[in-house]
């Protein structure tokens, strides 16, 4: 009997060979934590629901499928009861052989089954498990419901983005649910490290309320500074009105961001738009200066950017050191030249979606080639090699599973 469902090519030499993962979440936080994982060797069982989770199951409103693609390469799925006894006691002797069991219900949920983390270390010490919700397993907001958009606006988020004259809007990525898979991660490899001192598992969590807050430093930096007077929306400037020039300029075919802290920075845009004569100029000698100045900082640059097209800007003023970038579409990101000269995006013909973009894991292991990628399994496609091989029961026995509506 296999010691863990794995395929991984003999002598692959990933940092989490050998360890095994029960990924019961859903969605983006939990996923993309456990994606992590398999992208570094780990062998991961994502376990779903017999209609499966979320996020597939949403395929049919457009768009989501390629999500679930991204995120749930290079993992074995299996299906699994967990309303039935049935399915919770599978699910035991999956966690009696694993050692890590990550999910993001809600908090009281797995207790409730009967499958929570106590019940779990009792049956399998060693066993790290981690869990991810919106606002924690503890606190006042622990039972409200929370999605990206809602922790959005809980963790304000949305009322520092948008333009200072007009309503706040969203962040455009799923910036909180990623944010808390990213701390997830970190809080469960940090866990693994610790049992390789003690032999004991640890239960780790990550709310994504907590893992949305640091990010903002530099507007809470100007609230701190300014009190009342801070500006609740900076458009495209920095976040603490501490950068100038900082923000996106009009260029003949649409935008390009600069972002230039150092005085030398400053005067390297002067030369590249061939403004020498304004170094001397004491309203742009100093960051503080150009600061006090940002509209006529802005407006000299503008002037000069909206004449030509954004790659050409953006080729100028990097050719110059000075940080900068056209602002692109994705159709454009996806087929970005650098990421696909690292590997970190990759066309890969999908069995269901076709030739699709699909991202690599952004941790690199210096001695270790990425792992290739493997296509998103169909729904319970490893449920045999799981249950059957791995746990140990026959056909006779799978068969009255799948008949008992369990797997």
């Known amino acids: 009997m296999q010691t863990t469902p794995s395929d991984t090519p003999p002598g692959q030499n990933d940092p989490l060979s050998g360890i095994t993962v029960i990924d019961l979440s859903h969605v983006y936080n939990g996923p993309y934590a456990t994606f992590l994982m398999a992208m570094a060797g780990a062998t991961v069982i994502k376990v779903e629901p017999l209609t499966g989770e979320h996020l597939r199951s949403r395929g049919d409103m457009g768009g989501a499928a390629l999500p679930f693609a991204m995120l749930n390469s290079n993992k074995q799925a299996v299906t699994l009861n967990l309303k039935t006894p049935q399915g919770r006691d599978l699910l035991k002797q999956m966690a009696a052989r694993a050692d890590i069991l990550v999910e993001n219900f809600a908090p009281g949920v797995t207790d409730r089954l009967g499958i929570g983390p106590a019940t779990l270390q009792a049956i399998n010490p060693r066993l790290i498990y981690g869990s991810s919700s919106g606002y924690g397993k503890t606190g006042p907001y622990k039972d409200y419901p929370a999605m990206d958009l809602v ?67 530099s507007n809470l930096g100007m609230l701190h500074a300014r009190g009342a007077a801070a500006p609740t929306r900076t458009g495209n400037r920095h976040g603490g009105l501490g950068i100038s020039p900082y923000n996106a300029y009009r260029t003949s075919d649409g935008y390009v961001v600069i972002n230039a802290p150092g005085d030398q920075h400053f005067r390297s845009i002067l030369d590249v738009i061939g403004r020498n004569d304004l170094k001397d100029d004491p309203r742009f000698a100093t960051r503080s200066a150009r600061v006090a100045n940002m509209l006529a900082v802005d407006e000299i640059l503008e002037a000069w950017t909206s004449q030509n097209p954004k790659d050409a800007v953006a080729a100028k003023l990097l050719a110059a050191s000075v940080p900068c970038a056209p602002v692109r579409e994705l159709s454009e990101v996806i087929v970005d030249e650098n990421m696909h000269a690292r590997g970190s995006l990759q066309w890969f013909d999908h069995p269901e979606l076709g030739r699709i973009v699909l991202p690599h894991s952004p941790l690199r292991f210096e001695g270790t080639p990425p792992r290739p990628l493997q296509a998103s399994a169909p729904l319970g496609a490893d449920n045999r090699r799981v249950f059957g091989d791995w746990l140990g029961h026959d056909e006779a026995e799978l068969q009255a599973l799948t008949d008992a509506g369990v797997i």
Do not use: N
């Not at 970190?186 to 610790?194: K, S």
């Open 151 to 217: 922790m959005q606006a809980m963790a304000g988020i949305i009322s520092i983005t948008g333009h200072p004259d007009q309503p706040p809007v969203k962040a455009g990525p799923a910036v909180c649910d990623f944010s808390a898979g990213i701390h997830l991660y970190a809080a469960i490899m940090t866990a693994l490290y610790e049992r390789e001192r003690t032999g004991k598992g640890r239960i780790v969590e990550v709310s994504m309320q907590d893992a949305s807050y640091a990010p903002m430093a």
